[in-house]
């Protein structure tokens, strides 16, 4: 079990350029979670996976925003012409799914995104 | 919103004290758990308690779980100062599908 792995660890960039995350989830888990998160503040749930399926985006969720799994391994998660609100850290979490949720998810140590 | 919220906000206390942070959320839920955050880092899952039960441990951490009241509490037993992080209640929707973190308790455990 290596865990999951986020890549990069901390992204600057300019307001309106597009940036992508990735995901590598722990190889058996077929859930995968994004998430973002501000200074002290919650995880704010973003979309999941099960597999390669997108099941679910908040309504939050900006259409700037996508994510992708292809082949239901890892996942990167597109931000098209960032703004200043979209500074926060993306946290990656998977868990296996047996059905009911009783599982707890295990975090990456995200990707800090900072706008300049 | 359905995210949860923590109490206090911030804790401070001596080494060997023990630690308690309530959270208090609005849905029903089909569980609910506890995690730990050190600056920087991802989460880290603590304990899981289901909406059936009440009260659950394991080690130093007590979790109860009152859902008449819509709300828990984590107690950790004689604190150390490796115990100094942010911790979140997260509460599981019926469907199993989604979290909902609270706004986290920020513990200072004082060596």
């Known amino acids: 079990d290596t865990g999951v792995s986020q890549n990069p660890r901390h992204k600057i960039t300019k307001r309106g350029q597009n940036v992508t995350f990735r995901c590598d989830p722990i190889s058996e888990h077929n859930r995968l979670y994004w998430y973002r998160q501000t200074l002290g503040q919650g995880p704010e749930f973003l979309t999941y996976f099960q597999n390669e399926a997108q099941l679910e985006k908040s309504r939050l969720l900006s259409d700037r925003f996508s994510a992708e799994r292809p082949k239901g391994s890892f996942s990167t998660l597109e931000i098209q012409r960032t703004e200043q609100g979209d500074s926060a850290m993306y946290l990656c979490?998977?868990?296996?799914?047996?059905?009911?949720?009783?599982?707890?998810?295990?975090f990456g140590d995200g990707t800090r995104l900072s706008i300049l | 919103s359905q995210q949860g919220e923590e109490d206090p906000q911030a804790l401070s206390i001596q080494e060997g004290e023990n630690a308690t942070m309530n959270c208090s959320y609005k849905?029903?839920?089909?569980?609910l758990q506890w995690y730990r955050q050190n600056s920087g880092r991802g989460l880290v899952h603590l304990i899981l308690i289901r909406s059936n039960e009440r009260e659950k441990h394991s080690g130093r951490l007590r979790v109860t779980l009152d859902t008449s009241k819509k709300s828990s509490s984590l107690l950790i037993t004689a604190s150390r100062a490796a115990d100094t992080a942010s911790y979140f209640c997260a509460t599981v929707t019926n469907t199993g599908n989604q979290f909902y973190f609270g706004t986290g308790t920020s513990l200072t455990v004082i060596p």
């Open positions: 849905t029903s839920i089909n569980n």
């Open positions: 979490a998977s868990s296996p799914w047996t059905g009911g949720g009783n599982q707890p998810q295990h």
